[in-house]
């Protein structure tokens, strides 16, 4: 299973960008997907997740700002970020907990990271 990530770069605040991660190879299912990211220095932190239902969550610090979504279809998972500030500055990694065969057995795979810079 390979995942590609784009979308990242420099942005001013109050600026948006939208991060894409596409899963490819031997995919059965996928459970759930998230984005992380990590500031240096900082330990990674989730900051959005969904489920195969739909169900989403965010960090405290992007709610109403950033936006989850999935394309099922595409194995793709987005990341709208609106309104960004100079504190979302790190490096975006997208995750994904995904079943290769019928059985329950679940893994995770991790993308290779994109960097979002939101200068001031």
């Known amino acids: 299973v390979q995942q590609v990530e784009s979308g990242g770069g420099l942005v001013q605040a109050g600026g948006s960008l939208r991060l894409s991660c596409a899963a490819s190879g031997n995919i059965f299912s996928i459970v759930a997907m998230g984005w992380y990211r990590q500031a240096p220095g900082k330990q990674r932190e989730l900051v959005a997740g969904i489920t195969s239902g739909g169900n989403t969550n965010y960090v405290d610090s992007v709610k109403g700002r950033f936006t989850i979504s999935r394309d099922n279809a595409r194995n793709t998972v987005y990341l709208q970020m609106n309104s960004l500030k100079p504190e979302d500055t790190a490096v975006y990694y997208c995750?994904?907990?995904?079943?290769?065969?019928?059985?329950?057995?679940?893994?995770?795979?991790w993308g290779q990271g994109t960097q979002v810079t939101v200068s001031s």
């Open positions: 995750k994904m907990v995904l079943r290769t065969t019928p059985s329950r057995l679940e893994y995770d795979y």
